[in-house]
């Protein structure tokens, strides 16, 4: 068979009649990172921007069929987990999981976000058992990763701490959104952790209706980031930035919230997040002093002989960078 040069991300999850999440954004995102996506679609879902009406899930043997045949010919280099239904759309999945060696990101989705549910229950054990184990990266908003829990999250300062508990549950890492948390300082923070190392991703706060498919979309992102050949933390943050893009640009289009708009890959500085290996603290940044205008074009030079030569010169702003001082 000829080798192949694109990579492949699968996405594991439901359809979203309306467009905005689910394997739909998942493809527009894999588009815009120019990978190729498959599907195995996990449940047809009737909903729009503004309401769930009604969700059929996938029969196992049709759900059986769509894996063989990715897997006889397709075969992920990535697979990105979403919308799995119920006990028997996870158990199937994770029967297939046991035996693949890519990277697997899951993203728990259990409710829309037009408001309905998108599992049987609020989270099955089957998933924490089963599933969670095989996840290399897990990615709950605030509410699932309660779910999963089982408690109440109260704010930022108790996300390194339910990270850990996910992790000791069973999961190799995981990325808890902070979206549904306050934001602190006019940004948005995300925390991920395997257990042993640990930082925070801080955005810019995104103030805007149209937010459908978020979750979706960042998950997403990563899978295809990581299927690229970047490494996990590189993948977080160009898909965080992806999707505050994303955010930025959106726009309504029916009576709901409208869809993460897909723009193609993050451009604008203002987009990337920042990291930190602590939680940033309430109030205004450190920032550099002002320098009275734009520095424009300057010399850098190794030493004090050079500034001399330079001073003569008329130059007004030098930077003294010595590496080796005895």
Not at 33 to 54: E, K, R, Y
Not at 71 to 79: C, E, K, P
Not at 102 to 116: A, E, K, L, N, R
Request: proline content about 5%.
């Amino acid at each position: 068979m000829a080798s192949r040069k694109k990579p492949i991300v699968w996405s594991i999850a439901g359809s979203d009649s309306g467009g905005g999440a689910g394997i739909q954004a998942d493809l527009a995102t894999f588009h815009d990172f120019g990978v190729h996506g498959c599907t195995v679609v996990t449940a047809i879902t009737a909903q729009n921007s503004f309401a769930l009406g009604h969700v059929s899930v996938t029969p196992r043997r049709t759900l059986a069929a769509q894996i063989n045949a990715l897997d006889s010919d397709l075969q992920a280099d990535v697979i990105k987990l979403g919308m799995l239904a119920d006990d028997g759309v996870v158990t199937m999945v994770a029967k297939y999981l046991a035996s693949y060696i890519g990277f697997v990101v899951c993203d728990p989705v259990m409710v829309s976000s037009s408001g309905g549910e998108l599992s049987s229950t609020s989270l099955s054990e089957c998933l924490i058992e089963k599933l969670l184990p095989r996840c290399d990266l897990l990615t709950p908003n605030l509410g699932e990763a309660e779910a999963i829990l089982n408690r109440e999250i109260a704010g930022l300062e108790e996300v390194e701490r339910a990270a850990a508990d996910i992790v000791a549950l069973g999961a190799r890492s995981v990325l808890i959104k902070g979206g549904h948390l306050s934001a602190r300082n006019n940004e948005r923070h995300d925390y991920w952790s395997d257990g042993v190392d640990g930082f925070w991703l801080s955005g810019a706060n995104v103030d805007t209706f149209n937010t459908h498919g978020t979750g979706c979309s960042l998950s997403s992102a990563i899978a295809a980031g990581l299927a690229r050949g970047y490494a996990l933390p590189d993948a977080l943050v160009i898909a965080k930035a992806y999707v505050s893009q994303g955010l930025r640009m959106g726009v309504q289009l029916g009576g709901g919230p409208g869809p993460v708009a897909h723009v193609g890959w993050p451009q604008q500085l203002i987009d990337f997040p920042s990291l930190r290996r602590r939680l940033p603290a309430d109030g205004p940044r450190p920032s550099f002093p002002s320098c009275d205008g734009e520095l424009g074009l300057y010399p850098v030079v190794d030493s004090a002989d050079w500034i001399e030569r330079l001073l003569a010169c008329g130059v007004k702003t030098i930077q003294l960078r010595v590496k080796d001082l005895e």
